[in-house]
């Protein structure tokens, strides 16, 4: 029996995982100070007699060197991930996702844990050049205070793993669908449809172009790099090898509701400042390992969508 960490432990991500070690018979510590992440994400992990939760935050380097001690590897998936308000609060993508991920590499040092796997994101090649993008892409000009502080939070761990021995795996995802969910797009219209089923706001002109992978081939692919990868500092990219528009993602979620709105688009290629109008990565890396997504975008849509319908809790824990 293996004993594992997770930042972020009640979140859509590190619950997630959580519940799939604790099923391979591992012992599981998730840490969360619960600002996004939710209490009931762990109903099933607090049933094992070899979980844990502690309430702590990334910012308490104490708090989190004492909760870390004894275990092998780190799932760091805690992040500040409301990428459209960034430039709202300048200061949380840096003390959540950077400052957090030194505290967290630092506390790794402290205690002897010698291998991380890391959520990063397939923003940080901003406007790419080269689709479907490669691992070894260049990156641009960043344009997103989220992308900026996991690119740094990359760089950290980069360092920590060349100057203390430690093995890092990187992923970098697209955005994730699927049970558990709690922002982003999906989430974001339902929750407008709601309030009202005759209009939609679509931010941007509704033709930017999204890939999207379901929880599941996400966890798949992450254990895959981590069992079968060689390297010290290995980089994956995690995503499917199709996109779809905006208003594709919006016929499936109107169909599911069967509704028709009238779409009213804020116009312009990005919905926000930052963000990217299209996302396509190329996962050859991960699939020469083995790995290959089972679930196309339409269906993870439909069973995002199918999930927030029965949990109107979460919705409401939301607004």
Not at 76 to 87: I, T, Y
Request: aromatic share 10%; hydrophobic share 40%.
């Amino acid at each position: 029996m293996k004993r594992f960490f997770i930042t972020g432990g009640a979140g859509f991500i590190g619950s997630s995982m959580a519940d799939r070690l604790l099923a391979q018979g591992h012992a599981v510590t998730a840490y969360d100070n619960l600002s996004t992440g939710q209490s009931r994400f762990l109903e099933l992990a607090r049933k094992s007699e070899n979980f844990q939760f502690v309430h702590g935050d990334l910012r308490d380097q104490e708090t989190l060197r004492d909760a870390m001690a004894g275990h092998e590897t780190v799932f760091h998936f805690a992040a500040n991930a409301d990428v459209r308000f960034g430039l709202q609060h300048p200061d949380r993508d840096l003390q959540n996702n950077t400052v957090g991920t030194f505290n967290v590499v630092e506390a790794m040092r402290l205690c002897g844990a010698r291998t991380i796997a890391f959520s990063s994101t397939g923003s940080v090649y901003g406007d790419a050049k080269v689709f479907p993008t490669p691992e070894d892409a260049a990156f641009p000009i960043q344009t997103s205070l989220y992308a900026a502080s996991k690119l740094a939070g990359e760089g950290l761990i980069q360092a920590y793993a060349a100057g203390f021995g430690i093995r890092a795996f990187i992923f970098r995802f697209v955005s994730i669908l699927g049970e558990r969910y709690s922002h982003g797009h999906v989430f974001d219209f339902y929750r407008k449809l709601l309030d009202n089923p005759n209009e939609i706001e679509v931010l941007g002109n509704g033709r930017q172009r999204k890939s999207y992978l379901h929880i599941t081939d996400c966890l798949d692919a992450i254990q895959t790099a981590m069992e079968l990868a060689q390297g010290d500092v290995n980089v994956f990219n995690l995503g499917r090898d199709d996109y779809c528009e905006v208003d594709d993602s919006l016929n499936v979620i109107c169909n599911e509701l069967g509704l028709q709105p009238k779409r009213l688009y804020t116009g312009g290629e990005r919905g926000w400042i930052g963000d990217s109008p299209f996302i396509l990565l190329d996962a050859t890396r991960i699939k020469s390992l083995g790995w290959s997504s089972k679930l196309s975008i339409p269906e993870s849509v439909r069973r995002t969508l199918r999930y927030l319908r029965e949990n109107q809790w979460l919705m409401e824990s939301r607004h």
